[in-house]
């Protein structure tokens, strides 16, 4: 909608249906690590105080500043194109998973689009896609499953092994189970009839997001990303 970027540019931006963002939509704030310390030190409490008065220049000091900045962005972005935000490790919710949507008076005003939604993590959509053949100028289209994750089940799998990011989610749909760590290294809510991370079916692509660097796989039938 603007005039930035070549012409091949603009073409790849006109044919973003959908954005999600994969968690991590505000990263760990001065508030939170002072949060984790065990015991705080008489310069923390100076720290905090200056961020509970306002008094730090950084608009991510504090959780409810990072919010703010956010809901801005979110806001803006959202008029131009549907966006779906997932929970991730450094976000206001709970760190249990699945985690549960974030709040939407997080984003007071992201919220009062219609093009913004709040969704679990992990996430799984199904979006038709549409595609000319080469030999025709007839169009077809076909139904597509995603399957995202914010990365915390993977990362952790990573963190025990001597496996890949690609590799680690490769193994997750061979294992038929998206948090195989869970509950002993990785905080989870506890189910006593089902289990809501076993893979029934497996997904056209596979997101993990919030992970060291980008890396893309495709690996019978699967797009990892």
């Known amino acids: 909608s603007g005039n930035l970027g070549?012409?091949?540019t603009i073409r790849l931006a006109s044919r973003i249906a959908r954005v999600v963002i994969g968690g991590g939509l505000i990263t760990e704030t001065e508030e939170s690590k002072l949060a984790q310390k065990v015991k705080l030190e008489p310069v923390d409490h100076a720290r905090l105080s200056d961020v509970a008065n306002g008094k730090t220049a950084s608009h991510s000091a504090s959780c409810a500043g990072a919010m703010r900045h956010a809901d801005r962005l979110v806001a803006l972005l959202s008029r131009t194109v549907p966006v779906e935000i997932m929970p991730g490790a450094s976000d206001a919710t709970n760190c249990f998973l699945p985690q549960q949507p974030i709040?939407?008076?997080m984003l007071r005003e992201a919220a009062k689009t219609n093009a913004m939604r709040l969704v679990t993590n992990p996430f799984q959509f199904e979006t038709n896609l549409s595609f000319t053949t080469s030999r025709s100028d007839s169009s077809s289209s076909s139904s597509s499953t995603f399957l995202v994750s914010s990365g915390q089940n993977v990362s952790d799998v990573v963190r025990q092994t001597s496996l890949t990011s690609v590799q680690a989610m490769q193994s997750l749909l061979r294992w038929g189970h998206l948090c195989p760590t869970?509950?002993?290294?990785l905080p989870c809510f506890p189910?006593?009839?089902?289990?809501?991370f076993v893979i029934r079916q497996s997904p056209h692509c596979f997101v993990a997001c919030n992970q060291e660097k980008f890396d893309s796989a495709w690996k019978d039938g699967v797009r990892y990303v």
């Open 6 to 8: 070549d012409d091949a």
């Open 103 to 105: 709040h939407p008076l």
């Open 182 to 185: 869970a509950p002993n290294t």
């Open 191 to 196: 189910f006593k009839e089902s289990d809501p």
